[in-house]
Structure formats: structure tokens, C-alpha cells
């Protein structure tokens, strides 16, 4: 089973362009500074520098906004899944590969927390384009560590990753090292650390 890639961003005007990267420079920041729950929409435009027309013409609200913040990030964790060295890339055990994976996600909600909270809290992760992306690649391990119920088990093994979780965790005070040490116990304990995969 391919896991499918993000969607390449269609051609856009110059001025479209340059309004994007100020839109979403402006975000940042202000994201960054306050917490995406405390950022309007009304806070991004005038930070940007922005009409609120042009803002919403874009971006209907603070989730797809925090969503094209992470997509840069993401598309590089991706690509580390599909193309990279093992144990996050092929190659490696699944149990391994699970470990790896999680370790990866683990530095990116560290440096892109209040984005990941703005983007995919409680139900709407479900619904972007790269939680489907994150399944798939789990499912698909879990098939190749030869689970009876693959399907059941997909959902229990991303709910780790959910922001929330790990800015709790960060709270009460364990490191990053900590968690993805811990998420790599759950790991090999679920798909195991048998033999590479053949080919």
C-alpha cells in the first residue's frame, strides 16, 4: 500500500504570493507569541498588513492557516517515511520504523506545538490531509508486523501524538527525549523489533 503524498500547491499570482507569505510570516509570529486559541483572524490581517477579504479569501479560519504553517514541516517528515534511511525509512522493522516515526513526531510537535494545537485540535485532525498520511503509514506497519486487526489498532497508535498529550506531558515535566523513549517501549511492544522486511 503507497502512502499517498500531500497535494503540490497550484501556481499562484505574484501579488497572491507575497500576500501568502506575509499572511502566514504574521501567524507565526503572533502563534508563537500568544498561542494560536489567542489569535484572531482579525489580529493575523492587521499584523500582515492585510485586507480581512483577502485574508479569508485564502484562509477560512486560525485551523487552515495553522495547517499551512506545519505542511512544510510535515512534507519533510514525509518524505523521510517514503525516501529516507532506515529505521524511519524503509528497510527496517516495524516495530522500529514505529519507534522512529515517533521520535520524528515528537521533535516536530517540540518546535511546532502551538501550531499543531492550532491546526488539529479533537475532531479536525481527523479531517486533514496528513493525519490520513500518518495512518496509512501506521496501518501499513502494523500489517507488516503481521497484527490480526490492523484497523483497530491504527487509531491507539496515533493518539499519542495528539498535541494536547504532548504538551501535557511537556508540563509535567518530562523531556522529549523521555517521551519518545517511552512512545519506542509502546513501539517494539505492539509491532515488535523482528527482522527487516525482505526487498
Do not use: C, K
Request: avoid cysteine; charge should be negative; hydrophobic fraction near 45%.
Amino acid at each position: 500500500m503507497d502512502i499517498p503524498r500531500a497535494d503540490e500547491p497550484p501556481r499562484e499570482r505574484a501579488d497572491a504570493a507575497r500576500n501568502r507569505r506575509r499572511i502566514l510570516r504574521a501567524a507565526e509570529r503572533l502563534y508563537a507569541e500568544r498561542g494560536a486559541a489567542h489569535v484572531t483572524m482579525n489580529d493575523i490581517a492587521v499584523e500582515a498588513g492585510v485586507g480581512r477579504g483577502t485574508l479569508y479569501r485564502r484562509y477560512p479560519d486560525r485551523a487552515a492557516i495553522a495547517l499551512a504553517l506545519l505542511d512544510d514541516h510535515e512534507r519533510v517528515l514525509q518524505r523521510g517515511i517514503l525516501e529516507g534511511p532506515p529505521p524511519l525509512g524503509p528497510g527496517a522493522p516495524p516495530g522500529e520504523r514505529l519507534a522512529a516515526f515517533y521520535e520524528a513526531m515528537m521533535r516536530l510537535l517540540d518546535d511546532h506545538a502551538h501550531l499543531a494545537l492550532g491546526a488539529e485540535v479533537g475532531r479536525s485532525r481527523f479531517e486533514t490531509g496528513v493525519y490520513g498520511v500518518w495512518r496509512t503509514h501506521v496501518r501499513m506497519l502494523a500489517v507488516e508486523a503481521g497484527l490480526a486487526d490492523p484497523d483497530a489498532l491504527v487509531e491507539p497508535l496515533l493518539a499519542p501524538l495528539a498535541p494536547e498529550v504532548f504538551v501535557r506531558q511537556r508540563e509535567l515535566g518530562l523531556s522529549v527525549e523521555r517521551i519518545a523513549e517511552a512512545l519506542g517501549v509502546l513501539a517494539r511492544a505492539v509491532l515488535g523489533n523482528g527482522p527487516a522486511p525482505a526487498g
